[in-house]
């Protein structure tokens, strides 16, 4: 029996009778995901960053630190980020497992230490997750924070919501692009476009949707962009908002032939940033998992190759695993 998708709505463009889809398609042949196998298998060449991973450790990894007065964000690595704001607690694609996979012994293996020790949060009230790929929707990362805070509300992209249900979770939001979820009258959460795709099993692809989110806390937006190629469409979301913070993806983008359908490379991500006019951007989605075949210290580099294009730099910085912001 074909699925069929209970949220279809005709009348936007990323629905589809059978789950959802890009509005600039993206598709990725197996033809293609056997030559870029292929090549990762025989390639000789190193994806160690220069002095290995111990060294990549000393130089792009600091101490948490949550006891900051005022509003703050922590990049705990990866994608994931822990906003306290107004001291309530936000956390994204929390993934603090070993491994970025459905076993413990196989798949992409964390190359960084697990950033902190989930009771050293001090406070967390909702979790934001962009997707379902497992280097971002972590099950042990769920139970464990579930269980540590017991009134914890997660907000998933359309669809999402039934796997949480199916684990026992129930306190779940689900938004559809552009959909909004008011906390109170300073804080609104706001699902936004991403260009990426989903699935958990090979036989679920695209039943939920994926997406990113503008948190908007009184009069400043976070943007934070999820997993996402780059895309026309996504300019829409500098039009509808006034970004102060961009949090863009940078790593897991080579080979750009192959990645760049569903992760976005550095140049086009301060291309997206300064498209979009955020103010200023640091960049996510690198650092743990080794998931392209670029090396992790490669990254930084990109970024300011990037950013040395532009008459006028854009702020786009690259900062240690760790790294607190403090809000102004």
């Not at 790929?133 to 997660?154: E, G, S």
């Not at 580099?301 to 950013?307: D, G, M, S, V, Y």
Request: with cysteine.
């Amino acid at each position: 029996m074909f699925y069929k998708n209970p949220y279809y709505n005709p009348e936007k463009s990323h629905h589809t009778p059978y789950g959802f889809q890009n509005p600039e398609p993206l598709h990725i042949p197996l033809t293609r995901v056997a030559k870029w196998l292929k090549e990762r298998w025989m390639s000789k060449t190193s994806r160690l960053p220069k002095g290995g991973y111990e060294q990549f450790i000393q130089d792009w990894m600091v101490e948490a630190d949550f006891s900051h007065s005022g509003d703050y964000v922590n990049w705990l690595g990866h994608c994931s980020l822990y906003f306290n704001l107004d001291h309530t607690g936000l956390l994204t694609d929390p993934v603090f497992s070993n491994r970025a996979s459905f076993l413990s012994w196989i798949g992409p293996k964390r190359q960084t230490p697990t950033p902190i020790d989930i009771k050293e949060i001090p406070t967390l009230q909702y979790v934001l997750i962009s997707h379902e790929h497992y280097d971002h929707l972590d099950y042990a990362t769920i139970v464990q924070l579930n269980q540590h805070f017991p009134n914890l509300t997660f907000i998933v992209p359309l669809g999402l919501e039934r796997w949480f249900h199916k684990k026992g979770i129930t306190q779940v939001i689900a938004l559809d692009w552009w959909d909004q979820y008011v906390i109170n009258d300073q804080l609104i959460i706001t699902a936004t476009p991403a260009q990426h795709w989903s699935n958990r099993h090979p036989f679920a692809r695209n039943r939920n949707l994926w997406c990113g989110y503008m948190i908007t806390h009184q009069d400043k937006n976070h943007y934070f962009a999820g997993d996402t190629a780059y895309a026309e469409n996504l300019l829409e979301i500098g039009d509808r908002f006034d970004i102060d913070y961009g949090y863009m993806p940078i790593g897991c983008y080579a080979p750009e032939w192959f990645m760049g359908y569903q992760h976005i490379s550095p140049s086009d991500s301060v291309r997206l940033h300064n498209e979009l006019g955020i103010k200023q951007s640091i960049g996510v989605h690198w650092g743990v998992f080794e998931l392209g075949d670029e090396r992790f210290d490669d990254t930084p580099i990109q970024i300011q190759n990037a950013i040395t294009q532009y008459d006028t730099p854009p702020i786009f910085e690259v900062v240690p695993i760790n790294t607190t912001m403090k809000l102004s």
